[in-house]
């Protein structure tokens, strides 16, 4: 069969779409699913309850509780909450009421807690002067977080219906990169509100802890926990903060940028509101959510013209506060830590700082003409234009086989225009893009640079050179490609060019007997070196042809 190698004009790869699997329950235990201690007259006992999800989806679950009772007093009444393995007790939690929840007499929610790994129920004790009248514990498995992680992926201004222009001042701090809500939530289960309120011109930005854990292999999943918990516990319209930062640095999109968020007592109106997760009761928050903090903070501040040392009044609760707040500041709470809070002076003076010594230059240039210029079995080199005069260094990121699997493989000092990838193996498809770096703050990706690199040799069981013939190589323009081996199915057939780049995206022979003979045309190209690439099975060879 002939195939006209030029009714193609790119190489096209397909991404699977898979979506992170999520579990939700509600138990509800009433007023005559508690017994009496016979000890103490104030407390009452649960049986044990068995936990759901005997198969969980993710690396923790998430718990909240929400009790009624009408003259409950915290402090004075208690609810401990234990988490049992084979009826043994692991972990007792004192409950307390959550900080950022309007608490409505007779209804109190509880902070956000996690399940203890390998407990398989849960008890109540109450040690109360009224009786409880019910109680109900909610459940949430967030699932793994399957794609990912992508700094500075920026969901669409579409996923925000009725979002207005964007009236930012001219001051050039750069927005840290963050994870949008398709970042820390990619199946979409995490909608945003679909009628905000705005918050055009904020005087106040108030600093939150989530009083929860301090330790996750998975933070994007703790987001989403604190997403299901504020609307599915709390009935609210969104996650309550405008933005998150997790103890790495990383920071997480939350309602956004300009958004009326739920955070504030209630008083919630020219504020935006960010929160450091983790409890900061007994230990400070690391120094890279600190780092990101201020870099957060310089951006906000500067682009909404807000002093970060000064004090002003808040309009929605009349009271004269430091413009870069703590939760306390106007609530009655902890919120955000005691051993937090004492940190928030060095927090402004680290954004005046960062406004002062870095917010008067411009946003980094991208590099440009990302090019590859060598390629051999072993070793790929790479050339690009540095349009940048203020990068601290420069970050190359490579995937391998396909483009969707980036990471960063090597930094470089600042001006660099050219690395030498010596890591590379042979007959394999490498992409490359860089980036400028300053700080915590990063350029956009230049264009992605694709190379093939050569076999060292064709050792294939059913491709190897003695099984496969091109002729006439050197060719003119017709090449037949004559296969005798005894696979039979279909064979994958693609074209690259010296540099690398997929000229002919891959298509398929089937191959119905020992010998089979494919013919090509290759009179539509240059003079030059070209590889052709066969796939059959599990099988791979590389072969090289020369064009005149």
Known sequence: MKIALMAFVACMFLLGNVKAQTQREVITINANDFYTSPKHQNKWITKNISLPFEKKMGAFVAVSVVWYADDWVEGRDFLLLYFNQNDMPTRRVNLQTDGHTEQVKGKHVSELIFQVKDANSISFHTYSRSRLNSLEIHFFDPGPTLKPETLNLKPPISQFPNFPISTRSVCTCPQPPFQGRLDWCPDGTCPPDPTPEFVPDPTHVIIHHTAGTNVSSDWAAVVRSIWDFHVNTNGWDDVGYNWLVDPNGVLYEGRGDGRLGAHFCAQNGKTTGICVMGDFTSIQPQAAALNTLAEFLAWETCDENIDPLGTSLHSGSGLTLMNISGHRDGCSTSCPGDLFYPLLPNVRQATQENIETGCDSEPLATPTVLAITFVSYNKISLSWQDNSASETAYVIERSDNTDD??????????????????SVSPGITYFYRVRAKQSNAFS?????????????????????????????????????????????????????????????????????????????????????IFWVKIIQGKEMGMYKVVKR
Do not use: H
Request: aromatic letters at 8%.
């Open 444 to 528: 956009d990706y230049s264009n992605v640079a694709v190379a093939v690199t050569a076999p060292s040799s064709s050792n294939s069981r059913l491709l190897n050179g003695g099984m496969v013939l091109i002729s006439p190589n050197p060719t003119s323009g017709q090449v037949t490609l004559s296969i005798e081996n005894q696979w039979v199915g279909n064979a994958s057939v693609a074209v690259f060019d010296a540099m690398g780049r997929c000229i002919i995206p891959p298509f398929y022979e089937v191959k119905q007997s020992e010998k089979q003979a494919i013919q090509l045309d290759l009179s539509s190209f240059p003079p030059g």
């Open 405 to 422: 699997n980036f990471g960063p493989i090597i930094q470089l000092p600042p001006n660099a225009t050219a690395f030498s990838d010596n």
